[in-house]
Structure formats: structure tokens, C-alpha cells
């Protein structure tokens, strides 16, 4: 284990990696990919609430990275991750493995170089990240519109 590893050995009581853009004036954070408005409230939420913004944001991830590694023994990759720094759920059965692998990815650790045995890419997922971050918070704003009732196009 790195030194770096080693200083991300704690849970974790929110999503942020110290990258906000809603500072400014994003309205979704480009680290977090959390609304401002729940950046803001996030102290006064409740554990069911921080689980709502987990999968809701899991879910965006999951649909963005999955064709991207795969994951050969989940129960060793879920065990390791435990072990860093990374946002979990209260309700730990809402578990999502790649958003897990994601938030290592963006703090610069390579989850297949520490744990070959439990997931593999299929492209080199480092090289790709701030593309990928990209491609999920321009979802993320898409669906804001959507649900708006915006026409995204025009």
C-alpha cells in the first residue's frame, strides 16, 4: 500500500473531492456532480437523503462506466474498497462498485494497478477520466433540462 493509499483509509461523509465548480456558478459541481443547492443542505440532510444522492449519482456513473471494466470477484473489490477514501451509502446493500471505482480514479489511484485480481479495464481508464467526468456532468445537465421541460436542443 502507497503512502497515498494509506491516507485515504477513513470513511467518508460526503461525495465532494475538493474540486466545486458550483463556487463558481455551475449549477451541478464538476467533482461531486452534486447540485448546489444540495452541496449547500447537505449538513441538514438525513442518512436517506445522502442515500437518495448516492444512487442518484451512481446511477449516472454505472451508465457511463460499466462497458468500461470489468469487475472479475466483487466481493475482494468490495472488501478493498472499504479500505479508501470513498463515499458509501448508510445503507450499505445500495452499494454500487463503479461508482466506487470512479471516485479512486479521481483521485488519481488506478484501481486495476492495486487490485488486478478483482477488476480489469477494458480501455485505460486514467487517461480517459476528465473525459469521462465531462460526459457525466453534461448528462447530468441534460437531464436537469429534461426535467425542466427545456428543449435541450434549442
Known sequence: MSSFDRQYVAAKSNPCIGYCSTTYGDDYCRGCYRSAECVILWTAQSPQEHDREYLRIAGLVKEHT???WKILDYQLLSYALERHHVFFPHDKSLRCPYYELYQLIQYGLDPQ???PEAVQWSQKIPECAKKL???IYDQMNQVEIKEEGIDSCG
Open 66 to 68: 460499466q462497458n468500461l
Open 113 to 115: 494497478q492495486l487490485y
Open 133 to 135: 467526468a465531462k460526459v
